[in-house]
């Protein structure tokens, strides 16, 4: 089975901070993916990052980075220097075969 | 060309009226989904087409019905909704339905049943 925890309902970041998201999973597979999808008021589901489960390296994609920690079985997203564009729900999922597993979500609000 | 499109955006049906919900994609992806998603939760899987099969059904009451016509579209029929199916639908593709695969969403069709 697979589960998937996004333990922070709600966040909050002035413009041009840092935050971190986390996210803590479960599963039973060896080789399995990470992913940080962004939603934002447009409804349209974005891939933020992906992280290989076997790739010790974090990843990252420009402001967006990843901690991935296999042993604690964690993987937050760090997004720096905050811009209002970010304001969305951020799930966390669990990628297996044929198996998607999502995060509840966290609502990020972006300050000015 | 990286979109996928989904038609129509918005949906009203009553309970006894049939209607389809459109998802097309022009990326070669060979792996298709639908998946519903309830205000403030996360998308729940529904289906799964793989080089236009259906290798994934994720115990979808009948009244929700897909088709997957070539494998650029994916169709999902509706008839006899009850107006707890009201959600928004979300189709996704991807190059494969193998574990990893990244996929790519819609915009959803807000569905409301009446």
């Known amino acids: 089975a697979q589960t998937v925890t996004q333990s922070q309902p709600e966040m909050s970041v002035q413009e041009a901070e840092t935050v971190t998201l986390s996210c803590t999973y479960d599963t039973s597979e060896n080789n399995y993916y990470l992913f940080w999808y962004k939603q934002p008021p447009s409804r349209q589901m974005i891939l933020v990052i992906r992280q290989e489960a076997y790739k010790q390296q974090n990843a990252t994609e420009n402001r967006f980075s990843v901690n991935f920690q296999k042993a604690a079985k964690s993987f937050s997203l760090k997004i720096s220097d905050s811009q209002l564009g970010d304001t969305a729900m951020y799930f966390c999922r669990s990628g297996g075969y044929q198996k998607v597993t999502f995060g509840t979500g966290t609502k990020l609000q972006v300050i000015p | ?114």
Not at chain 2, 26 to 43: E, I
Not at chain 2, 79 to 108: I, K, M, V, W
């Open chain 2, 1 to 114: 060309d990286t979109e996928v499109t989904q038609t129509p955006k918005h949906l009203v049906m009553g309970m006894t009226n049939k209607k389809s919900l459109k998802c097309e994609q022009h990326m070669g992806h060979r792996a298709m989904y639908w998946y519903k998603q309830k205000a403030k939760k996360p998308p729940e899987l529904m289906f799964v087409y793989s080089y236009e099969k259906l290798s994934i059904n994720e115990s979808v009451p009948s009244r929700f019905s897909p088709e997957c016509p070539n494998s650029s579209l994916l169709n999902l029929h509706l008839h006899a909704l009850q107006p707890e199916d009201s959600a928004l639908y979300l189709c996704a593709s991807s190059n494969s339905d193998r574990r990893g695969t990244e996929a790519f969403f819609g915009q959803g069709t807000r569905l409301t049943v009446v």
